[in-house]
């Protein structure tokens, strides 16, 4: 079965450090790989996606990168944090037409 | 503009009883919606998923319904236990976004108490 991981589960970060956060997917070969935040009283939103290896779309402009360096791994990234980036951060996956599994999710706090 | 609204924002219940959420959408051309469950400090999980030709579909105690026409969904869940507590996510595909984009709405909280 297909099973995602992602590390840590909690971060507490000062402002102007970097960030890494990254997301493992088991069990499945070339999935598709989403990264999405949710804010505190707001729906998730859709930040990076990725179909394949190096393959990075972005949906909004903002502080933060993605990067796929292997087949099953997805990596957030930030060179600066901000304090909106505090939020919890969700990694997804594709499962055929319509299905999309997420990980644990990253609780992020920028202080 | 593509948005997922959902009513109420939050909502209290005894165990047992039962209880309806609402989504309304405007996402066009529409492909599926799909409802979520999330615990509190957990990633969502999947209810549901309904295509266009879809109007009722059900996962144990939990039932979801599309009107397409009015592009309108419910989730009722009948006797509620403590563990329902959760909020419910609605979720809107648009068809033939190459990106595969979803609109979220902002959730339900439901707290079930005894």
């Known amino acids: 079965s297909q099973t995602i991981h992602q590390w840590p589960a909690t971060l507490v970060q000062p402002v102007g450090s970097p960030l890494s956060l990254e997301c493992t997917v088991e069990g499945t070969s070339n999935p598709n790989l989403y990264w999405y935040r949710q804010a505190a009283g707001r729906g998730l939103q859709l930040l990076f996606y990725s179909v394949g290896i190096g393959q990075i779309s972005s949906e909004v402009p903002q502080n933060l990168s993605a990067s796929r360096p292997q087949d099953r791994q997805f990596i957030l990234s930030s060179k600066k944090l901000l304090l909106s980036d505090s939020g919890f951060y969700l990694c997804?996956?594709?499962?055929?037409?319509?299905?999309?599994?997420f990980g644990p999710g990253t609780r992020l706090t920028v202080t | 503009k593509n948005q997922v609204e959902q009513s109420p924002q939050s909502l209290i219940i005894l165990e047992g009883k039962n209880c309806t959420l609402q989504c309304n959408y405007t996402v066009s051309p529409f492909s599926n919606l799909r409802w979520y469950k999330q615990d509190t400090g957990r990633g969502p999980v999947s209810l549901t998923i309904?295509?266009?030709?879809?109007n009722t579909k059900s996962n144990g105690r939990y039932t979801a319904t599309l009107d397409a026409d009015t592009k309108q969904s419910s989730l009722h869940i009948t006797a509620s236990q403590l563990s329902d507590s959760a909020s419910y996510i609605c979720?809107?595909?648009?068809?033939?976004?190459?990106?595969?984009?979803?609109?979220f709405g902002k959730g339900t909280k439901l707290s079930v108490i005894p």
């Open positions: 997804a996956w594709r499962a055929g037409k319509y299905e999309q599994y």
């Open positions: 309904m295509t266009f030709s879809e």
């Open positions: 979720v809107v595909s648009r068809s033939g976004a190459g990106s595969y984009q979803l609109t």
